[in-house]
């Protein structure tokens, strides 16, 4: 539905609402929207996480997900840098 809506507006989805949401991997959805990744990216982003961070059985380690998480978005990066849209998960 994103995808479809950015397309239509023809504007990067951070740029169509002041904040964001979400909750598991919702919330790093969210996360890669404040990075201003476009649709198609959180898509395959969303696919890759799932092959290389959820393998085996509940509960998942946490160093994978870790890991994942400071290649895509940086080794230093703090949601207290994002400031625009605002951000709120659980």
Known sequence: M?????REAGRPT??????VAGT???GIMALAIVHGKSMEYLQCLYFRMKEQVFRGSRPYESAPLEDFLKKEFGEN????????PR???K
Do not use: H, P
Request: aromatic share 24%; no cysteine; net charge negative.
């Open 87 to 89: 951000y709120y998960f």
């Open 2 to 6: 994103l995808i479809a809506l950015e």
């Open 77 to 84: 990066t703090k949601m207290a840098d994002v400031r625009y």
């Open 24 to 26: 598991s991997t919702g």
């Open 14 to 19: 951070r740029e169509l609402f002041d904040w």
